[in-house]
């Protein structure tokens, strides 16, 4: 069962309206951890720090650990080192930063109540003392338009190695959210701030709902004082020694699905019987041992219109193991061809059906398609692929390939869409470990191919993509020029249907984020 998220729960039943403002900190609650942390790791592990730079470093680091010196003087040590520095190259900084460090460390609760807060018509605004290029890729991917922050100071482009006064730190973030009250006609009395440190006391005293997240032991003292409510989330930061148990274990599960298969071939002889075994049994052991739970929608579509070709969008490495548990049997997949090298792995995909490709050459991509054709059309296999290419680092859908969608017309079976809503909840992007989440997984209806063309793809592509960002309810793409008529489903077959699961409340639809606003940075 899902975890009770009572912040959550409280926004879905606040009163709606522009006039409330929802303001969180960032670090520590927004993200787990602090990203002038992972900034400070990457710029060492690229040696864009001198020794010198190393050693002052840590020594004001130490310094203002012990109270020797304030935030005001941490932030000075760290412009000096950004003098003559062009703000352009920091800003990619930021991004490259967001890429690889920050992105998987954006909490799935947290960006639960920020989409509901935003459904609710709260004024959402980040106000923090990083800077704006640790916060603008995440406010970016969250829909937030409205960033209050600390600043180097810049001339023609350039750092000039000050800083500019007032630093959004203490009263400083309270004349900041003073400023969007003033600018949106906001009631700070009825508003909502999220932060985790003490540090915020100032602000949170301000507004009339204070809501600490991930509190430190002394802010966990004032909120129990004051009465104010707490959440903790577990979902991100260092994981424990049972998250790496079941990860090990789940991921390993897969050698020993395959081996329990092995009797099946032998005593049979049938390959594919074998594989279909050892692929449920994959799917309900890594899953299981994983904590991951499935909320499931339109199960039958799994089942009325094979053989068929799955497409589905690709958020984690824990979409391998729901997929197997939701499809079965009968079952081929796409793969890039890296996978193939991996020992054990790679040739246990390999012999399970799976057909690896090159990526970055679209004629071998092509061709690799030739046998899957041949197994949807001789052997009666559903073929699964991710028309994304790859994972993405957020739940935000990426643009989709046409390679599915050529196969489906080449193979003259139905598409079906598989839509995942939270499996980064699991595992997102370049994360090691997973961990226990309740996912969401909509099975939409069965698309006919029958009567598309090439000529039209480019439009069928963009609907059933528009099908996707609907049941994840984000914003959908304009239609293709040569968008055909809205795609119908397919001819159903009668098909023994899978007992229901138990549904679980879903989690609201992000609006459309709106235009971004003037910003302090």
């Not at 890729?137 to 000039?160: H, M, N, Q």
């Not at 019987?273 to 041992?289: Q, R």
Request: charge should be neutral; aromatic fraction near 8%.
């Amino acid at each position: 069962m899902p975890r009770p998220q009572p912040h959550l729960e409280e926004v879905l039943a606040s009163e709606p309206g522009p006039h409330i403002a929802a303001l969180f900190d960032f670090d520590g609650t927004i993200i787990a951890g602090y990203s002038a942390t992972a900034m400070l790791r990457e710029k060492f592990q690229r040696r864009e720090m001198s020794v010198e730079e190393i050693a002052e470093t840590a020594q004001v680091i130490a310094q203002h650990s012990l109270g020797n010196i304030g935030f005001s003087g941490l932030m000075s040590a760290a412009a000096k080192f950004m003098k003559g520095v062009e703000e352009e190259s920091f800003t990619q900084f930021g991004e490259e930063l967001y890429n690889k460090h920050i992105a998987r460390k954006i909490y799935p609760e947290t960006r639960a109540i920020i989409e509901a807060h935003q459904a609710k018509g709260h004024r959402v605004a980040i106000i923090s003392s990083a800077t704006i290029y640790q916060i603008e890729p995440t406010a970016r991917d969250l829909g937030i338009a409205d960033i209050k922050c600390s600043a180097y100071e810049i001339e023609d482009g350039v750092f000039t190695g000050e800083i500019v006064r007032p630093l959004c730190f203490g009263e400083g973030k309270v004349l900041a959210a003073e400023e969007l009250a003033a600018e949106y006609g906001l009631d700070l009395d009825q508003s909502f701030f999220y932060s985790d440190s003490d540090d915020d006391i100032e602000l949170l005293e301000r507004v009339g709902k204070p809501r600490p997240l991930n509190p430190n032991m002394k802010l966990k003292a004032i909120a129990d004082e004051k009465g104010w409510p707490v959440q903790r989330f577990a979902s991100r930061g260092t994981p424990n020694w049972v998250d790496y148990t079941r990860t090990l274990y789940a991921t390993g599960s897969l050698v020993g699905a395959f081996a329990a298969g092995l009797p099946i071939w032998a005593l049979t002889r049938s390959q594919r019987e074998a594989v279909n075994f050892s692929m449920g049994l994959f799917g309900d052991f890594a899953t299981a041992i994983t904590g991951v739970e499935l909320d499931l929608e339109g199960e039958k579509h799994l089942w009325s219109a094979r053989p068929c070709v799955f497409i589905f969008n690709h958020q984690s490495k824990a979409d391998v193991m729901i997929l197997a548990k939701l499809i079965r049997r009968d079952m081929g997949a796409v793969g890039k061809k890296e996978i193939r090298d991996i020992p054990i792995l790679g040739r246990l995909m390999e012999w399970g059906g799976t057909v690896f490709v090159d990526r970055a050459d679209g004629k071998s991509a092509i061709k690799a398609m030739e046998p899957l054709v041949a197994a949807i059309r001789e052997e009666g296999k559903s073929i699964c692929i991710a028309p994304e290419g790859t994972r993405t680092l957020t739940p935000k859908l990426a643009p989709f390939k046409k390679g599915a969608f050529h196969l489906a017309m080449q193979a003259g079976v139905p598409i079906v869409p598989i839509v995942i809503h939270n499996a980064t909840d699991v595992a997102p992007k370049n994360e090691f470990v997973m961990r226990p989440a309740t996912v969401r997984v909509t099975v939409l209806p069965p698309i006919d191919t029958s009567k598309w063309s090439v000529r039209a793809l480019n439009g069928h592509v963009s609907d059933v993509r528009n099908m996707f960002l609907r049941t994840l309810g984000q914003e959908e793409e304009a239609e293709a020029a040569d968008a055909p008529p809205k795609v119908k489903p397919a001819k159903k077959a009668a098909v023994k249907e899978a007992p229901a699961k138990k549904a679980v409340p879903k989690k609201p639809a992000a609006r459309k984020p709106s235009p971004r606003k003037g910003r302090t940075a």
